[in-house]
């Protein structure tokens, strides 16, 4: 089974910038993509930005021009650089797995990491 450990959350002030890292580990047959999601409290999850086998990415509309997506295949890593954070950037953030349920471009989670928290403070 696939397994991802996020890490880089903490505590920054608006207008700062955290980097996170997921460590992927296992079998990696069968994902598609790769991508953040993000949950608030009393919200539900949403996706942040992912990115595809093929390196294409894509971002919320929230997050465009603040976030970026990478990974480092060698290293089996995917990372979220976040600048100009803002407070409503605060929640828990998933690394995630993603899998094809329909052709070419619908994919959904079927992996997840535990979470790492940021919090942005005004």
């Known amino acids: 089974q696939v397994q991802l450990v996020e890490s880089g959350g903490g505590l920054v002030q608006a207008g700062g910038s955290l980097r996170l890292s997921c460590v992927v580990s296992g079998s990696i047959f069968g994902i598609a993509a790769m991508g953040w999601y993000r949950q608030a409290p009393g919200k539900q999850r949403e996706l942040v930005s992912r990115?595809?086998?093929?390196?294409?990415?894509n971002y919320a509309y929230s997050v465009k021009g603040r976030f970026t997506i990478s990974r480092d295949n060698a290293k089996k890593t995917m990372y979220l650089q976040m600048n100009s954070l803002k407070p409503e950037d605060t929640a828990v953030y998933y690394c995630a797995g993603l899998i094809t349920v329909a052709t070419p471009n619908i994919h959904e989670p079927a992996f997840w990491g535990q979470g790492t928290q940021v919090t942005v403070s005004s």
């Open positions: 990115i595809l086998y093929t390196g294409s990415t």
